[in-house]
C-alpha cells in the first residue's frame, strides 16, 4: 500500500486549503482512511477518519465543524477539506490506513502511512 499526499503549504488564519491522499496498491473495499497532524514537540494528533466503503466519517474535536473529511472511490483519493483554519493547525499532516470498518482515533491503529505535508497558517 502507498500513500502520497499533498496540497499543504502556506495561508493565512482563516483561509482553507484541501489535502489529498492518493491511495494505491490494494483494493480499499474493506478500509478506513484518516487523516492525522502532528506540530513541533508534539504527539501525533487523530484529524478526520472515513470508511471507505459507504463513506461513514468521523472528525476529532478540535476541527469538527471547520475540517470535512471525503474520499473519491474512482480516483482512490482521499480529501481532508479545512476551512477557517487556525495558527494552532499548523503541522505536519498525515494520511493514513487501517484495515476494517472501525473508524479508530488511535495512531498505532494504522498501518500504512504516507509521507506527510507541512500546513503553516500564519496569524
Known amino acids: 500500500v502507498q500513500l502520497q499526499a499533498f496540497g499543504g503549504g502556506l495561508v493565512q488564519a482563516g483561509g482553507c486549503l484541501r489535502l489529498?491522499?492518493?491511495?494505491?496498491?490494494?483494493?480499499?473495499?474493506?478500509?478506513?482512511m484518516g487523516w492525522f497532524r502532528q506540530a513541533p514537540g508534539k504527539e501525533r494528533e487523530f484529524v478526520a477518519a472515513?470508511?471507505?466503503?459507504?463513506?461513514?466519517?468521523y472528525h476529532g474535536d478540535s476541527v469538527k465543524g471547520r475540517f470535512s473529511i471525503s474520499r473519491d472511490i474512482v480516483k482512490d483519493t482521499v480529501y481532508l477539506q479545512m476551512n477557517s483554519l487556525k495558527p494552532e493547525d499548523t503541522a505536519v499532516y498525515y494520511c493514513?490506513?487501517?484495515?476494517?470498518?472501525?473508524?479508530?482515533?488511535?495512531?498505532?491503529?494504522?498501518?500504512?502511512w504516507g509521507q506527510g505535508t507541512q500546513v503553516t497558517v500564519s496569524s
Open positions: 489529498s491522499c492518493v491511495a494505491s496498491g490494494r483494493t480499499f473495499s474493506r478500509y478506513v
Open positions: 493514513s490506513a487501517k484495515s476494517g470498518d472501525y473508524l479508530s482515533t488511535v495512531t498505532s491503529h494504522y498501518d500504512y
Open positions: 472515513i470508511r471507505w466503503s459507504g463513506g461513514m466519517t
